[in-house]
């Protein structure tokens, strides 16, 4: 004999009874009612958030050229001093702003206010090639209709003034990456090589004030420049290369390696200011452990060991400036760095 229970006509009662009470007790909310905005009501608020939006697509163009003053006038006044490099940075950063954000917030604008704001549920359906190809066109067709973008000419042109100039200052900051014509294996070449030479006195930053060997004592620092950097023709970029830092030690804590027995001058030695990770400066020194600290990325090197890293994410160590003294007791360079300073953008042994 069987169990027919779970068969009863009493279960199934029971089991549609329960289904219309959690049919009755989560009834289907539906859409919400659609509420039209002002500009579905007024044509009149419709013009005034179309001549809203070309104004926002307009300050996007005036951001564009604003970017172009910056960067022809205000880059093109000689020898540019740091205030008005600041200057300069600052415009170009506001043009480069205004132009993406007028772009933006219009489109934003455009899409709250004037586009159509109906909510439409659509059934799931069966992929079929063709089908779904004339369904992408169909949609495409239906979008460019609902943007209103062919009956409202003010909006379509501002619009494709302010795309059409936006990407434009990027051109011209990827083509100062080969200024003056050069070839990458020129640039290459220019930044390998500093101002340092044989016989090039070591000077305070910034008085250019030469160092004599006796004004440096043990645990002191200085941030040097070669001698007659503040009279180049381009001083920024020649520091941005130069720039060391220079240190002295007891010579008896300092792990010398083949090679290098000369490059310092009784324990005073000089090295790149310029971290090997991205190319922050250098600024501290911690007597007591020998360490050079990097403040963006703390990138640590030990002085005791040729400035060898032993913290933090820079590649390898701090190039070296080889130094010697000259008749009247200044410091002076022996040559210039034997690698290139900053970060390794190309292989060190070349």
Same mark, same amino acid.
């Given at each position: 004999?069987?169990?027919?229970?779970?068969?009863?006509?009493?279960?199934?009662?029971?089991?549609?009874?329960?289904?219309?009470?959690?049919?009755?007790?989560?009834?289907?909310?539906?859409?919400?009612?659609?509420?039209?905005?002002?500009?579905?009501?007024?044509?009149?608020? #419709?013009?005034?958030?179309?001549?809203?939006?070309?104004?926002?697509?307009?300050?996007?163009?005036?951001?564009?050229?604003?970017?172009?003053?910056?960067?022809?006038?205000?880059?093109?006044?000689? &020898?540019?001093?740091?205030?008005?490099?600041?200057?300069?940075? #600052?415009?170009? $950063?506001? $043009?480069?702003?205004? %132009?993406?954000?007028?772009?933006?917030?219009?489109?934003?604008?455009? %899409?709250?206010?004037?586009?159509?704001?109906?909510?439409?549920?659509?059934?799931?359906?069966?992929?079929?090639?063709?089908? &779904?190809?004339?369904?992408?066109? &169909?949609? =495409?067709?239906?979008?460019?209709?609902?943007?209103?973008?062919?009956?409202?000419?003010?909006?379509?042109?501002?619009?494709?003034?302010?795309? #059409?100039?936006?990407?434009?200052?990027?051109?011209?900051?990827?083509?100062?990456?080969?200024?003056?014509?050069?070839? #990458?294996?020129?640039?290459?070449?220019?930044?390998?090589?500093?101002?340092?030479?044989? $016989?090039?006195?070591?000077?305070?930053?910034?008085?250019?004030?030469?160092?004599?060997?006796?004004?440096?004592?043990?645990?002191?620092?200085?941030?040097?420049?070669?001698?007659?950097?503040?009279?180049?023709?381009?001083?920024?970029?020649?520091?941005?290369? %130069?720039?060391?830092?220079?240190?002295?030690?007891?010579?008896?804590?300092?792990?010398?390696?083949?090679?290098?027995?000369?490059?310092?001058?009784?324990?005073?030695?000089?090295?790149?200011?310029?971290?090997?990770? =991205? $190319?922050?400066?250098?600024?501290?020194?911690?007597?007591?452990?020998?360490?050079?600290?990097?403040?963006?990325?703390?990138?640590?090197?030990?002085?005791?060991?040729?400035?060898?890293?032993?913290?933090?994410?820079?590649?390898?160590?701090?190039?070296?400036?080889?130094?010697?003294? &000259?008749?009247?007791?200044?410091? =002076? %360079?022996?040559?210039?760095?034997?690698?290139?300073?900053?970060?390794?953008?190309?292989?060190?042994?070349?």
């Amino acid at each position: 004999m069987g169990d027919h229970s779970h068969g009863s006509p009493e279960n199934s009662g029971t089991v549609a009874k329960a289904d219309d009470v959690a049919q009755d007790r989560f009834p289907d909310p539906g859409l919400p009612p659609h509420r039209p905005r002002l500009a579905d009501r007024d044509p009149r608020a #419709a013009k005034r958030h179309e001549r809203q939006v070309a104004l926002l697509f307009t300050i996007s163009i005036i951001g564009t050229l604003f970017f172009f003053v910056a960067y022809f006038v205000l880059g093109h006044l000689g &020898d540019m001093t740091f205030a008005e490099l600041r200057v300069q940075n #600052a415009a170009l $950063g506001l $043009g480069t702003a205004f %132009a993406m954000l007028g772009i933006g917030v219009g489109i934003v604008h455009w %899409a709250k206010t004037l586009m159509p704001d109906h909510e439409l549920v659509e059934s799931r359906h069966e992929i079929r090639t063709e089908a &779904d190809r004339q369904d992408a066109v &169909d949609i =495409v067709d239906t979008i460019i209709d609902e943007s209103g973008i062919k009956r409202r000419p003010l909006i379509r042109n501002t619009l494709i003034g302010a795309i #059409a100039l936006a990407p434009i200052p990027a051109i011209f900051m990827f083509r100062d990456l080969e200024r003056s014509g050069k070839t #990458a294996g020129e640039m290459v070449e220019q930044l390998r090589h500093t101002m340092w030479d044989t $016989g090039v006195r070591l000077t305070r930053d910034p008085s250019g004030t030469p160092i004599k060997a006796s004004d440096v004592q043990i645990g002191s620092a200085f941030h040097v420049i070669p001698e007659g950097l503040n009279e180049a023709e381009d001083v920024l970029n020649e520091k941005a290369k %130069a720039v060391v830092l220079l240190m002295r030690m007891d010579p008896q804590e300092m792990n010398i390696s083949e090679g290098r027995e000369d490059w310092n001058v009784d324990g005073i030695v000089a090295y790149s200011k310029i971290c090997t990770h =991205v $190319g922050c400066p250098i600024a501290l020194y911690e007597q007591h452990t020998h360490h050079l600290l990097c403040p963006c990325h703390q990138s640590t090197f030990d002085l005791a060991n040729e400035c060898k890293v032993v913290f933090g994410p820079a590649g390898h160590a701090l190039p070296q400036l080889p130094i010697t003294v &000259d008749a009247e007791g200044y410091l =002076v %360079a022996q040559s210039d760095f034997h690698e290139p300073v900053g970060p390794a953008y190309w292989e060190r042994g070349q």
